[in-house]
């Protein structure tokens, strides 16, 4: 019998994944929209949000109060500042600042999971030159064949 929420084995690390960065995610959502920093922490305990549960909501405002996390955020803001200030030079530059720097065995735009050998396979890369190699060879002749027609068919006009 399989309960709702099993997962299969092959899919467990990248299910992990998309649950951190979901969590993640939820938690900079509350942040932003129900937590101001400057005001004193007895007046961030209470959420307007429903599906927060209070003694989460609680935990959550001490942290984020506390001086260690806000050293944190200071260091981060202090990093992307000194990133962004440098001039973009190409379109590239643009996209990677926007969409991040590649990833050594990612695969780009598609999430945290996906890797290219999950995607398409453990093809080699000569392998894939027999491919090209191939599909070259049949191109050609596929020209080949459509220059003989339409020679015949110009010859047939005249």
Request: hydrophobic letters at 30%; aromatic letters at 8%.
């Amino acid at each position: 019998m399989q309960r709702k929420f099993d997962v299969p084995i092959s899919l467990h690390d990248f299910v992990m994944k998309d649950l951190d960065q979901k969590w993640r995610s939820w938690k900079y959502d509350l942040r932003k929209k129900f937590f101001t920093p400057y005001q004193k922490a007895q007046q961030h305990f209470a959420c307007s949000d429903t599906r927060v549960v209070e003694d989460q909501w609680k935990n959550l405002v001490q942290i984020w109060s506390s001086e260690e996390f806000k050293d944190k955020i200071r260091d981060i803001k202090l990093t992307q500042q000194s990133s962004t200030s440098s001039s973009i030079t190409s379109v590239g530059d643009a996209y990677k600042q926007v969409m991040g720097r590649d990833r050594t065995g990612r695969v780009r735009d598609i999430g945290t999971g996906p890797i290219p050998k999950s995607l398409w396979g453990s093809r080699s890369e000569q392998k894939l030159r027999q491919d090209n190699g191939s599909l070259k060879q049949q191109i050609d002749a596929l020209e080949e064949r459509m220059n003989k027609i339409e020679s015949r068919g110009n010859n047939e006009i005249i």
